[in-house]
């Protein structure tokens, strides 16, 4: 869904079993990101976690874990920062076209694959 809650605020995500919550490692992404895992569980969405995304280094894993234990919040995956996000949109073209090798590529790959092998939430 688009980077907005007003999904959630419509009840739009009713048939929804997963939602990834995707947070920057600043207050006030984790900030939104704690209020829309609250409101997406008010929705009954069974299983609500948060992706770490645009990490630079292992201080930035450490604060959205901090801030997600100290908020009961599941953190199901990271992305770290990638430059040839930039580079790929510079040339008008998809990431993984441009390098599909790339960091942020290989973790997305990494969490689709966690949820396509999960049998149960």
Known sequence: MEASPEHLARSTAEAVDLMLVVAEPYFRSLETARRSVVLAADLGIPRVTVVANKLRDARDREAVEAFCARHGMEMFG????????????RAGVALVDHDGGAPSVRAI??????ILGAAAW
């Open 78 to 89: 990271v992305v770290p920062y990638d430059a040839t996000l930039g580079d790929a949109e």
């Open 109 to 114: 790959d990494h969490l689709v694959g966690r």
